[in-house]
């Protein structure tokens, strides 16, 4: 379950009830209060104490003061607090109380209100101001986030009516929107590394003080390695290929590799180590890409002449190989760049 649900009385306890399968929830209430569906507590101080961290999003149905003095001791700040909402008992209001941009409770609470009738509350000055709020806009699109603090700094000057630097060449990040020529798309040979800006790119980049970046998870790697090779040697080759490429390694978007590594370790904990899924492809699939490099010898070892290049190939969807088969005496990889949609 990703969704904490606290109720305090029985007309609250009624509506979390009413609305947790659709939240995918676990609901608590009072000892005195709980029954089938509901799981008893008798401090909510105790019970948030061990939840906080282990739900992605929590909604208090009941007064504001509660929540904010439960959550009070755990708060860390916006990057890693999860999302906290509030709702009154009558269900006549969701507000979006704590992390409501990167942890979605802004998003919450439109759910809440969605599925209850309520109104949502949500006071983030962006928001109320029809701009952008950037770190949520990033985070809907599935970007890797990084210099969250820039974001305060991009939207306090969006709100004040200034300018803003904004470097995504591709579009990736708004589509072209400038919201009345508050954003000014800037090369990167023009940028002022002492104003604030937003940096969206898969390549190496934008690490200015003032610059918020935004990596498009949008790189496909294809791996290949001898048996039983060491996950650090593997990861070390990634890394000197991106460092090489400038590419940027939290823009990966999946690794790909052939069917026979499934259980090779070495290989297995370097992809789960670089975060996104992992596709082992179908020998036959891998023969297929006739655009990759062929090899011989690899072909001889495993039944297709590509497996790091026809890997990344597949895994873009058409897209462009932007660094082909980069090897060592036992590591392989090439990336592929995502072929985005509509292209």
């Known amino acids: ?98 992390s409501g941009h990167i942890g979605g409770a802004n998003e919450l609470a439109r759910e809440l209100a969605e599925l209850t009738g309520a109104t949502a509350v949500i006071t983030t000055g ?43 060449p591709e579009g990736r990040l708004f589509d072209g929107e400038d919201f009345g020529g508050l ?27 003032a610059a918020f970046r935004a990596y498009p998870r949008c790189l496909c790697l294809g791996l290949g390695s001898r048996k039983n090779v060491p996950e650090s040697e593997i990861l070390a080759h990634i890394a000197t290929v991106f460092a090489q490429q400038g590419l940027c390694p939290q823009s990966v978007a999946q690794v790909g590799t052939a069917i026979l590594k499934r259980d090779d370790p070495g290989l297995c904990a370097a992809a789960a180590a670089l975060g996104p899924e992992v596709v082992f492809h179908e020998l036959e699939d891998l023969a297929a890409v006739a655009s990759a490099g062929q090899s011989e010898t690899v072909k001889r070892r495993t039944g297709t002449g590509s497996v790091s290049e026809a890997a990344a190939l597949l895994l873009s969807g058409g897209g462009e190989l932007i660094s082909p088969k980069s090897k060592t005496g036992r590591v392989t990889c090439a990336v592929a760049l995502k072929r985005r949609k509509g292209d």
């Open 126 to 168: 962006t928001d109320v101001s029809g701009l952008p709020a950037v770190d949520e806009l990033a985070r809907a699109r599935g970007m890797a986030l990084a210099n969250l603090a820039a974001a305060r700094t991009v939207s306090a000057a969006l709100l004040e009516g200034r300018t803003v630097q904004v470097f995504d």
């Open 1 to 98: 379950m990703s969704t904490a649900l606290y109720a305090f009385s029985a007309q609250g306890l009624a509506l979390a009830l009413r609305h947790a399968a659709r939240l995918c929830a676990d609901v608590y209430a009072p000892q005195r209060l709980a029954g089938p569906g509901a799981r008893p507590f008798a401090s909510i101080h105790d019970l948030v104490a061990e939840t906080f961290s282990r739900y992605r999003r929590h909604v208090f149905i009941g007064a504001a003061g509660i929540a904010v003095r439960a959550i009070a001791p755990h708060l860390r700040g916006k990057a890693q607090d999860p999302a906290v909402a509030v709702m009154d008992h009558a269900g006549r209001f969701a507000i979006s109380l704590v």
């Open 183 to 209: 954003l000014v798309p800037t090369d990167s040979a023009d940028w002022d590394a002492e104003a604030p800006g937003i940096w969206c790119h898969w390549r190496a980049g934008g690490e200015f003080p």
